[in-house]
């Protein structure tokens, strides 16, 4: 089993920044990936961001700024089984729960876990 714990939600002005962590616990050695999701009041949960065990991250493009270059960063901290979420130029529409996610592939089939959420809202 993993355990994902998340923490550094709140609320924030537009075009402000936050930084989400997520810690990870357990059974984390055989992850081979962990993301970010959200999900809005009425919508469905959708990718942020994920980040590869060798560091390849992906990110939606509605966190993508001009020119590719990310509103949004992801990173890794393995010494601190932590990963985190560099937020900036905050958009209301970020407005959403945000959930830590761990990812083991498996031949058949990928098992996932999820954090309890972390509330965050950018006001106008």
């Known amino acids: 089993q993993v355990q994902l714990v998340e923490s550094g939600g709140g609320l924030v002005q537009a075009g402000g920044s936050l930084r989400l962590s997520c810690a990870a616990s357990?059974?984390?050695?055989?992850?081979?990936?962990m993301g970010w999701y959200r999900q809005a009041p009425g919508k469905q949960r959708e990718l942020v961001a994920t980040?590869?065990?060798?560091?390849?991250?992906?990110?939606?493009?509605?966190v993508k700024g001009r020119f590719t270059i990310s509103r949004f960063t992801i990173s890794r901290d393995n010494t601190k089984n932590t990963v985190y979420l560099q937020m900036n130029s905050l958009k209301p529409e970020d407005t959403a729960v945000y959930y830590c996610?761990?990812?083991?592939?498996?031949?058949?089939?990928?098992?996932?876990?999820w954090g309890q959420g972390t509330q965050v809202t950018v006001s106008s």
């Open positions: 996610n761990a990812a083991r592939w498996g031949p058949a089939a990928t098992t996932e876990y």
């Open positions: 357990g059974t984390i050695f055989s992850i081979n990936a």
């Open positions: 980040i590869t065990s060798g560091g390849t991250t992906n990110y939606a493009d509605s």
